[in-house]
């Protein structure tokens, strides 16, 4: 109780310590990876930073690899860091996304949405078929599903839902379930 | 040797001329200091506080179980919190002592040893006994376990 905030629409990411982000890995410098965060600066992720990682287990990360992680360090005079593990030293569900599937960008408001607790486009979109899905506070979708197609559908759906009301969502949603 | 001495010595020099520009310009105030009062206002970056954001990785309808477990996951630790303003509760208070006092009673049998768990039956069945039998045989046991029966001189 007692917190204000103003709710802007911005679609430029600032790295914020705690925020759990996708990451997309641009270069391997040595024992540490650079991560495009869509911010000011490229974010690095040391490869200790993984569940389960030692010295001589690294983790397998490629360049172009999607990864879910937070923020530890993340001011507007150093370079943000990252790392895969939280306080307790579990992945928890971050780490390197799997093969497949779609990333692509949104606002950030679109993003609050979506993350709020009980929201409505996940939960008409959960309806339709089986997929998997993960939001970045950086404005970063990822989307997989069984097929291309359906993939393609969800994406379109969330790019959309952006300027779309409810009631046209759910037309929407209904000619595609219909379907 | 003595151009080496002549530039250290300008150098002080200058050094000194600065200092005394700055000590010039150094603006102080006249005002007695102000107690520093503890501000109430916490700066928060992050949206996630504010509008007490789910987790970002889902997956629906089992495409994904590792991560449908990490939202059950999720789920309960937030409803932990939840519950904890709550006072109700399914099971009443009453009910859980009486569990809790059988409960303990059982599990602690468990860890005793042997000779312990021979007390506590003599205990439990005649109260006034407070010598340690040794034979199994001449008691009645309670349960239908077959106990080594030692051959009766």
Redesign the interface.
Same mark, same amino acid.
């Given at each position: 109780g007692g917190a204000f905030w103003v709710d802007s629409q911005q679609k430029r990411y600032v790295p914020v310590k705690g925020d759990h982000v996708i990451g997309i890995v641009t270069a391997k410098a040595g024992d540490v990876f650079r991560l495009d965060v869509g911010g000011s600066e490229p974010a690095s992720l040391s490869y200790l930073a993984f569940e389960g990682a030692t010295k001589r287990n690294r983790p397998n990360v490629q360049v172009g690899d999607l990864i879910y992680g937070q923020f530890v360090v993340a001011n507007k005079d150093m370079e943000p860091e990252m790392v895969c593990i939280d306080s307790s030293g579990k992945s928890s569900g971050m780490g390197i996304i799997g093969q497949d599937g779609f990333l692509f960008k949104v606002s950030l408001g679109l993003i609050r949405k979506l993350l709020a607790p009980k929201c409505e486009i996940i939960q008409e979109l959960s309806q339709l078929y089986p997929f998997e899905l993960v939001i970045g506070m950086n404005g970063r979708i990822w989307v997989k599903a069984k097929t291309v197609q359906q993939t393609l559908i969800i994406v379109n759906i969330l790019e959309a839902c952006e300027y779309m009301t409810a009631e046209q969502r759910k037309q929407a949603l209904a000619k595609l379930s219909g379907n | 040797f003595m151009q080496r001495g002549l530039d250290s010595q300008t150098k002080k020099q200058l050094e000194e001329e600065e200092k005394k520009i700055i000590s010039e310009e150094h603006w102080y105030l006249d005002v007695p200091d102000l107690k520093e009062k503890e501000s109430c206002i916490i700066e928060? &970056? !992050?949206? /996630?506080?504010?509008?007490? /954001?789910?987790?970002? &990785?889902? !997956?629906?309808?089992?495409?994904?179980p590792e991560?449908e477990k /990490?939202m059950i996951q999720m789920k309960c630790k937030?409803e932990e919190i939840e519950e904890d303003d709550k006072m109700e509760a399914d099971v009443s208070d009453e009910e859980m002592a009486r569990r809790y006092e059988t409960l303990v009673g059982t599990i602690g049998k468990k860890f005793l040893r042997k000779r312990d768990q021979r007390v506590l039956k003599g205990d439990e069945e005649d109260e006034d006994d407070e010598v340690e039998e040794g034979n199994s045989n001449t008691r009645p046991s309670k349960r239908a376990k077959k106990m080594f029966l030692k051959p009766q001189d």
């Open positions: - | 928060e &970056r !992050s949206f /996630l506080r504010c509008e007490d /954001l789910v987790y970002g &990785r889902m !997956s629906f309808k089992g495409f994904n991560i /990490l937030e």
